[in-house]
């Protein structure tokens, strides 16, 4: 009966206890459970031993890095605060803590990176690495930590064996048909035990992490409830005798479960906390420039000093093909002047440079085309597509006019292109797949026009691979290979059974997209132009008819 709603969402078995005078009254408990965590404790807390030996200063640990000049985060302690008073006994795997990043300087893998605050991540101590797990990025003053503790778990169920190691007390689901089954898997040393019978993760990782003080002595392993043993679903205490054989026995689950209550209507995911926000047809102008905002502030500075002849090649590739904003070109010659000055450069020297030394300041990250259904959707890698396909645009404009030196070839932008991603880009497996897709580009590639198709082609081929992975995937923006008949009837000219784009008139293809990925500066003046049009042509009828 206990599992009838079986579902998401928690309720604490601390709910009897009422906190609201406590919280009015005491000015000191948003913190009173949290650990603070600063630069001197951080490597005694978190960081396991050189033997990557797991005791209870070696957890997981959530973390909560804020600013105080941050007033959500402000209003989000006590959520916080209430997530580390229900996962109290939980410290032996898993911690609560916060950060403040207010004064905090932005280094390279560092505490605080350049995030938007408030965030949540997981550090993981196997790997002494931390893990982004969400953003609060819509001011919801209904948000509970339930919400905010389920997102976590959720995350850390599918990064806790590497995270942790096989010492991870989640167990993942067993198979066994038969009592016979059931004593072979579990260890001959075990003699306690107890099987959680259900199929949701959730529930079991709660019940798990609210017993873990005796989960060394009695683990407990998760079952489904489609299984031949107990043919019901509930808990089960396991017993091996001296004769080695294991003897269920069932146990109140009811009673137990009270702490552990379903309700699908609660909680509104935090994948989709943000609300949904409508993106342009077209790319503009802030995407690209956001684009390079992004590399140069986040890519190109994590990798200086060692990559700084890569950094110096990259922006002079910039430098001559970018076409984004006036601002943004200007600010790129600059750095380009100033790095062929430098031998060396190191993190700290570009981010004062762009802070301090450019008289030219960069413009905010605005995606418009690039704004996905949510936060973990297109942003930065639309806007690299976007920047990619406009600067083989550019190159092709400009090799029209003649104005492209005479020992260019038309693969070399593509080359560079290839050499970014494969420094700068932090997606390993994204890297591999577009080093070999590109692997044959100075063959493939003998015009310029054929460079802007290449490059088109190769979005195609990433969009078809990508197209039913749920991670990578905007439902509102699904992955169909581009441009579609509605948006461009010339090019395509074969369907699919799906109604996509099967075979191109790639000579069509390539003036649509050079119309699509075309950027000029007096798109964003437009309506000013028109304005001031408007107004020369009245002072002209006034001197006339004077």
């Not at 200086?304 to 070109?329: A, E, M």
């Not at 200007?330 to 700290?348: A, G, H, I, V, W």
């Not at 550019?394 to 006019?401: C, D, F, S």
Request: proline content about 3%; overall charge negative; charged content about 20%.
């Amino acid at each position: 009966m206990f599992f009838s709603h079986f579902n998401i969402l928690i309720f604490i078995y601390f709910c009897s206890f009422s906190w609201t005078s406590t919280i009015e009254n005491d000015y000191i408990w948003p913190w009173a459970k949290t650990k603070y965590l600063t630069r001197s404790n951080w490597s005694t807390l978190l960081i396991p031993n050189d033997n990557n030996s797991f005791d209870d200063q070696h957890s997981i640990w959530f973390i909560f890095h804020s600013q105080n000049s941050c007033e959500y985060s402000k209003k989000f302690e006590p959520v916080w605060e209430d997530l580390a008073r229900y996962a109290i006994n939980w410290s032996k795997y898993i911690q609560i803590g916060t950060y403040d990043c207010t004064n905090e300087s932005l280094l390279m893998n560092d505490i605080c990176q350049d995030k938007e605050y408030p965030h949540g991540s997981i550090y993981c101590p196997l790997t002494n690495t931390i893990q982004l797990a969400f953003y609060l990025e819509q001011k919801l003053d209904n948000i509970k930590f339930e919400d905010i503790l389920i997102y976590l778990l959720n995350k850390l169920n599918k990064i806790a064996n590497q995270c942790y190691g096989e010492s991870w007390p989640i167990k993942n689901i067993i198979e066994s048909k038969t009592n016979d089954d059931l004593n072979k898997i579990i260890p001959k040393n075990i003699n306690k035990f107890q099987l959680f019978i259900s199929d949701d993760i959730l529930l079991y990782t709660l019940y798990v992490l609210n017993n873990s003080k005796t989960i060394q002595t009695e683990p407990i392993y998760h079952l489904t409830k489609e299984n031949q043993i107990t043919q019901n679903i509930g808990i089960w205490k396991g017993i091996r005798y001296e004769n080695g054989q294991i003897y269920l026995q069932s146990i109140n689950s009811e009673n137990i479960m009270k702490s552990l209550v379903v309700n699908q209507n609660i909680i509104s995911y935090l994948e989709i906390i943000k609300q949904k926000t409508t993106a342009t047809p077209k790319p503009t102008l802030s995407d690209i420039d956001s684009a390079v905002v992004w590399m140069l502030t986040r890519d190109l500075r994590r990798k200086l000093p060692s990559l700084f002849g890569d950094v110096k090649s990259w922006v002079d590739v910039l430098s001559i093909y970018y076409p984004g904003s006036d601002t943004v070109k200007n600010f790129l010659y600059d750095l380009n002047t100033f790095l062929k000055n430098r031998t060396t450069l190191t993190s700290t020297e570009l981010q004062n440079y762009i802070n301090s030394t450019s008289t030219i300041k960069l413009p905010e990250l605005k995606f418009d085309h690039c704004n996905g259904s949510d936060s973990t959707k297109r942003g930065y890698p639309c806007t690299l597509w976007i920047l990619f396909h406009s600067m083989t645009i550019k190159q092709a404009q400009l090799a029209e006019q003649n104005k492209l030196s005479s020992d260019v070839k038309p693969f070399d932008l593509m080359l560079s292109i290839r050499q970014f991603i494969g420094k700068f880009f932090l997606c390993q497996e994204c890297v591999t797949h577009f080093i070999n897709m590109t692997s044959n580009a100075e063959n493939e590639i003998n015009s310029y026009n054929e460079s802007v198709l290449y490059l088109w082609r190769s979005h195609n081929i990433v969009n078809k691979r990508l197209r039913y992975e749920n991670d990578s995937n905007d439902p509102d923006w699904p992955k169909v290979p581009f441009p579609t008949k509605q948006q461009c009837n010339l090019c395509v000219e074969k369907l699919d059974e799906n109604g996509d784009g099967l075979e191109y008139n790639e000579n069509e293809v390539y003036h649509f997209l050079k119309g699509f990925y075309y950027f000029t500066n007096s798109v964003r003046n437009q309506s000013y132009n028109h304005v001031l049009l408007v107004f020369i042509v009245i002072i002209s009828r006034l001197v006339l008819y004077q």
